[in-house]
């Protein structure tokens, strides 16, 4: 066992994927030379050589094409988008393209593209977004979101092996903040499972990523109160682990579903319909959604503090449950 | 380029096998038999018959929906290709999609994106596994004129430039992009002028006479083999039908059309196999007689052949399911 990073454990999941298998490459906006820009490659380039650290034009539709394209080939091409906000310059090839390859004519387009997303660096409308929402309808997808370092690592492995295109959301927030011990031995962590990270009885905390922290973070405040909150790390957001969900709701009647991204119509909202649609005798009191509001990301201190669904929400949410 | 009698008729042979087949095609379109639409490649099937007889077993395209010249060279069987049209299991991609939207993996033909030029990038990136592999193989991918206004032309070709990948990028320059002639799609006089931004060089070359578009590919996909990077080889030519064959083509004036029908493809070869002694009229007509046996086949496989069932939509959406 090792103490690393959550940014280390993305790191050397690549190297050691890279390693074992040669078919595994990278492409992306300066991961090569520069090391990227939050530097997950740094000394990649010197390892494995320019072909397989590839830096790329600045086209993340033409490099994530041609990620497609090596697929087909039987490569295992890992794409960075360099903050998640640019991955709507690749929507085509992601969503018509790759997505839809495998059923409409069999081409197996075994990709992984890498996103960079959440609010963690001020940046504003386009280099804070959690774009997962956008590609949460594409059947053909799957993607995950990990919220510490022993998933990171064990969720990356598992979706360069994996046979489908994944699109990988690290959260920059959690990059260096986020610290946790690792095997040293090789491990996946399979794709579609959520995992149960704090058991409680009396409210069910449905979450992902760096919200899983204000979740926990929320659970210790309201434990003094005598409300015990279960936290349910969705770490797949498609296909969703419906039965994850529902066997932590069956228990605790109450659910709240705590996530960054916009308000409408994305993760939030289809475990919401979910529930509703199979749990309604399991529960005891409405659903709640705690996300950001439906704007782009603002930029000024107080306004981005206002965007950012606290911990202090988590909190209100679960008194206002509690008394059903 | 010196091309063996063989090869010449094999040339022959899938222009006249494309042309045979679209035009059932179209009849099963009218009849109501063939439902969604029939996009066909009447008067431009040299252009995909000519780039991809030029290729190697092991070669990849990326074509698009202009091609069936290129997807019965590749070996998708007529058989499989009617099947498709009429939505049977036994089609190409087993009715999970229509007509030319379709491609066969263990054969090198990838499927078709309805959005033009997607299958550039793609195309680069399949060139692009060649290099890192070491392999002498080569991908070629083809667009309309339309396609090229796209940014992921632009991308592919400045990539692939860039990464000097095995890849020739070929173009169907047919003078609509349904009903949006050349002169308000672009400014420029030639297609193949969008390739001198991106370095690569080009040829334009007479879109209807298989023999020109199949030299210039040859000649591409050597290059290409050699380690010298990617070629543009625009061609030529003139769309006989509508956009689809729902589509009058009211738009295009009809002196055109009569202009470019002198110029037919498959007429042009077989004047150029017997001037030049390379057959005769009688094994162009045994050859004929072939193809359409051939197509009779096809269709009465097609039609014996079972339809999906509803629920078997819900089939294959991962290659592995969770």
Known sequence: ?324 | MNIEKKDLLQLYYYLKLTRRIEDRVTALYRQGRILGGAWTSNGMEAISVGYACALEKNDVIAPYFRDMGAFLARGITPKRIMAQYLGKKTGVTGGKEGNVHAGDINLGVLGFPSHLADNYPVAVGVALSFKIRGERRVAAACTGEGGTSRGDFHEALNMASVWKVPVVFICNNNQYAYSTPVRIQMAIKDVAERAVAYAIPSEIVDGNDVVAVYSAAKKAYDRARAGDGPTFIECKTMRMHGHSEHDAAKYVPRELLEEWKKKDPIINMERYLISNKVSTEEELVNIDGRIKKEIEEAEEFAEKSPLPEGKEALEGVYASPI
């Not at chain 1, 409308?125 to 993607?143: I, R, T, Y």
């Not at chain 1, 434990?223 to 069956?250: C, F, H, Q």
């Open chain 1, 1 to 324: 066992m090792a103490e690393v990073t959550y940014l280390e454990a993305i790191s050397q999941a690549l190297d050691e994927e890279m390693t074992r298998d040669s078919n595994v490459f990278l492409l992306g906006e300066d991961i090569g030379y520069y090391g990227g820009a939050f530097r997950v490659t740094e000394g990649f380039y010197e390892k494995f050589g320019q072909w397989r650290v590839i830096d790329t034009p600045l086209s993340e539709s033409g490099f994530t094409g041609a990620a497609v394209g090596a697929a087909l080939m039987g490569m295992r091409p890992v794409v960075e988008m360099q903050f998640a906000d640019f991955i709507s310059c690749a929507f085509d090839q992601i969503v018509n393209v790759a997505a839809k390859n495998f059923y409409r004519w069999g081409g197996k387009t075994p990709i992984v593209i890498r996103a960079p997303f959440g609010d963690s660096v001020h940046g504003g409308a386009f280099h804070s977004q959690c774009p997962e929402g956008f590609f949460f309808n594409v059947p053909g997808l799957k993607m995950v979101a990990p919220s510490n370092p022993y998933d990171a690592k064990g969720l990356l492995k598992a979706s360069i092996r994996d046979d489908d295109p994944v699109i990988y959301f690290e959260h920059k927030f959690l990059y260096r903040r986020i610290k946790g011990n690792i095997p040293d031995e090789d491990y996946v962590v399979p794709l579609g499972k959520a995992k149960v990270v704090r058991e409680g009885a009396d409210i069910s905390v449905i979450t992902y990523s760096a919200m899983v922290h204000v979740a926990l973070e929320a659970a210790q405040v309201l434990e003094a109160e005598g409300i015990s909150l279960e936290v349910v790390d969705l770490r797949t957001l498609l296909p969703l682990d419906k039965n994850g969900i529902y066997d932590s709701v069956k228990k605790t009647s109450k659910a709240i579903i705590l996530y960054e991204a916009t308000r409408t119509g994305g993760v939030g909202a289809e475990v919401a319909a979910l529930l509703s649609e199979d749990m309604f005798d399991h529960l005891d009191g409405p659903l709640i959604r705690i996300s950001a509001p439906d704007t782009p990301v603002p930029y000024s201190p107080p306004m981005e503090e206002f965007y950012m669904p606290r911990v202090e929400d988590v909190v209100k949410a679960a008194r206002r449950l509690a008394a059903y």
